[in-house]
């Protein structure tokens, strides 16, 4: 918008400049044009002063010339003509034939614009009608023009000085007008999901405060509205929780106590129904901690520094049991001390990146978690590399952008899964203002999940 009134306030200060400076020249041409005619009518008297000394004799003639360019201080060419149309006197490089005919001459004196020798002349005619003379006084036009082009020059660049500095003017006093808009627009950006606080109305324009007002409207509705989700999504997981976690106590007692009356697949059904709790549960688990994490900015988490072997260990153990029951071997390579990030937050990260490593892996196979540093040009830490490798049925290249995707899940994959694990991963690491990518394992197989975390300090 401001570029647009600022090429709209530009152009109009054009085009009036345009106008005014036609006017001004338009003007300034009529003013001399009036100052010229003034010299010829001028000069016209002078030659008839002197007339009958210039028709005697060369000496009298160049009297009468230089009474002739006294004009206004402007060369002048005079011709003195009797009345049959014979030049009886003329100023050197005129025409031979009079500017204008007697008999055309209406009126003791007049002025006319004539064409002679190829050349336009601004004339005056005097009838002298005691001497029975007509003096002719003329001036080539040009001589107007080349005037008329020095003046529009001398006032060319002034002018457009003056429209540089009114440029210069509008673009400063509109970047001030629109500039409490500017604040508005950072007030508006700075507002976050976790905080909608009302826009101060104080200072601002009395064209914005009806914009503020309305603003501050809409962000006590939306704010209501996202406080009702939270709550909902945080009752109802927490109302899940409970029931879900009797039901698996439960499911153990029937197989602890039945445990000989069971048959093989009466056991195997109690183990399957106690795996869809489980999921049920993480799922639950899943959905509270996405209900906290969405309001939240990059940058505002609580990180410090925090021992990454130790965190890769841990999220090895809570994989562990799921990846012995599918005899899948586990690898891990740290070449990191120290990580700056939420601890808990990235424990969930890489505890969801292994389980659907070993979710998803194949048999007998194996998954790999390999963490890096990348160093800047000065030798700091930059930022620290983590990737986790399986070497499953892998994902079609396809559906790689829409793994984050809530609750989507691969069509015809044996895994089974919430579709929220990678949601979460990828919300944790925006918030430590990190990078996820995927890519497809070599010929086919496997998925690789890389994180990417930058280091923003150095650890004390």
Request: glycine share 10%.
């Amino acid at each position: 918008m401001r570029r647009r009134l600022i090429a709209t306030t530009l152009g109009s200060s054009i085009v009036c400049w345009l106008v005014s400076l036609g006017i001004i020249v338009g003007v300034a041409w009529s003013e001399a044009s009036d100052v010229f005619d003034e010299a010829l009518e001028e000069g016209a008297r002078l030659v008839a002063t002197f007339g009958p000394g210039l028709l005697h004799g060369a000496a009298q003639s160049a009297d009468g010339d230089r009474a002739a360019d006294a004009g206004g201080g402007v060369r002048l060419y005079y011709q003195i003509v009797d009345r049959h149309g014979t030049v009886l006197r003329r100023s050197p490089d005129v025409p031979v034939q009079p500017f204008v005919p007697p008999q055309q001459v209406h009126g003791d004196d007049a002025t006319s614009t004539v064409r002679r020798a190829r050349r336009l002349w601004r004339v005056h005619v005097l009838h002298a009608r005691a001497q029975g003379i007509y003096v002719q006084v003329a001036q080539p036009l040009e001589k107007r023009t080349e005037l008329l082009g020095d003046m529009a020059e001398n006032l060319v660049w002034p002018a457009l000085a003056l429209l540089a500095l009114l440029a210069a003017l509008n673009w400063w006093v509109i970047r001030r007008q629109l500039r409490p808009l500017e604040r508005l627009a950072e007030d508006i950006g700075r507002q976050s999901p976790q905080d909608m606080k009302e826009l101060s109305a104080a200072g601002q324009a009395d064209e914005l405060r009806p914009i503020v007002q309305a603003l501050n409207g809409v962000l006590a509705r939306l704010g209501e509205a996202l406080q009702s989700e939270r709550r909902f999504t945080a009752d109802a997981a927490h109302e899940l929780r409970t029931p879900l976690a009797g039901l698996r106590m439960k499911i153990q007692l029937l197989q602890r106590r039945h445990a000989a009356a069971l048959d093989p697949a009466q056991r195997q059904d109690l183990a399957l129904l106690r795996g869809d709790v489980d999921r049920a549960t993480a799922l639950v688990d899943n959905l509270l901690m996405l209900a906290r994490l969405d309001p939240q900015r990059p940058g505002s988490l609580p990180c410090e520094w925090v021992a990454l072997p130790a965190l890769v260990d841990a999220a090895l153990a809570d994989v562990a049991a799921a990846a012995a029951a599918k005899r899948i071997g586990l690898h891990a390579a740290v070449g990191a001390d120290t990580v700056w990030a939420h601890g808990s937050l990235l424990r969930s990260v890489l505890r969801n990146l292994l389980d659907n490593a070993v979710r998803y892996g194949r048999v007998e196979g194996q998954v790999r978690i390999h963490a890096s540093q990348m160093r800047s040009a000065a030798g700091a830490v930059a930022a620290v590399h983590i990737v986790v490798r399986d070497d499953g049925p892998g994902v079609a290249p396809g559906d790689l952008p829409r793994l984050t995707q809530r609750f989507f899940r691969v069509l015809g994959n044996a895994g089974q899964g919430s579709g929220l694990g990678l949601s979460l991963v990828e919300r944790i690491v925006a918030l430590h203002g990190g990078q996820l990518r995927f890519a497809c394992g070599g010929e086919g197989t496997g998925l690789s999940v890389w994180i990417e975390l930058p280091q923003r300090r150095a650890p004390a």
